[in-house]
């Protein structure tokens, strides 16, 4: 069974701190996704790999970053956290040429 | 650029035939693949279409129209676990990333 597991399932954090969040796949996917999704808006494409250290910017990256040193893991990374930042974040992991995509059980995150 | 849209709410009873619609806006389709989420779950993949047709797998049954850039999920003898939210989702050939859609929160009465 693929496995994608997330680093925290509630985190609440204060505005201006740095926030890590971290996702690990077990299936040797190259690809590497976030996602945040708020009610109403569905799942909207934070930033993306397709390789170690190779990143692409998703619908909206502003206010995140990435990090991917090594294939099973992807960091998103949140450098000054704002309140428009609470949401539910979603990580998910799909392999090359396949069309089905593998998800983490999210971290829903509060900014204060 | 992709869209997608689809209803926002659908609502039938158990034992029923639900059909949640999509279509979509793409430059360069390559398939649509169907989501289910359940309340505090993670999306779980259920099915994807490259051609025109339907596929069916088990009570769900998912069916893609290029030509009409729309597509459907059909649920079938519905339960009350079948109570999620539905995504669609589309991948643009160039693209290595899905573009979801907003979801579809499907509500089975009892």
């Known amino acids: 069974d693929v496995k994608v597991t997330q680093s925290s399932r509630y985190l609440v954090k204060r505005t201006g701190e740095k926030v890590f969040l971290e996702c690990v796949q077990d299936m040797d996917h190259e690809n590497m996704f976030w996602y945040r999704q708020d009610p109403g808006l569905g799942l909207r494409l934070i930033y993306f790999s397709y390789d170690v250290k190779m990143k692409e910017k998703g619908d909206i990256p502003e206010g995140y970053s990435v990090s991917r040193e090594k294939k099973e893991r992807f960091s998103l990374i949140l450098e000054s956290a704002s309140t428009n930042q609470t949401s539910m974040y979603l990580c998910?992991?799909?392999?090359?040429?396949?069309?089905?995509?593998?998800f983490g059980p999210g971290t829903r995150l509060t900014v204060t | 650029g992709q869209s997608l849209e689809q209803p926002s709410e659908v609502t039938a009873v158990e034992g029923a035939i639900v059909q949640i619609n999509c279509t979509y806006q793409t430059s360069g389709f390559y398939g649509l693949s169907w989501y289910q989420q359940h309340d505090g779950g993670a999306p779980t993949f259920l099915s994807y279409?490259?051609?025109?047709g339907l596929e069916e797998t088990g009570r769900f049954s998912s069916f893609l129209s290029r030509s009409d850039s729309y597509g459907y999920l059909l649920l079938q003898e519905l339960q009350m676990k079948d109570s999620a939210s539905y995504f669609c989702?589309?991948?643009?050939?160039?693209?290595?990333?899905?573009?979801f859609g907003s979801g579809t929160q499907l509500t089975v009465l009892p």
């Open positions: 989702a589309v991948k643009d050939g160039s693209a290595r990333q899905l573009t």
């Open positions: 279409n490259a051609l025109d």
């Open positions: 998910a992991s799909r392999d090359r040429e396949v069309y089905e995509q593998y």
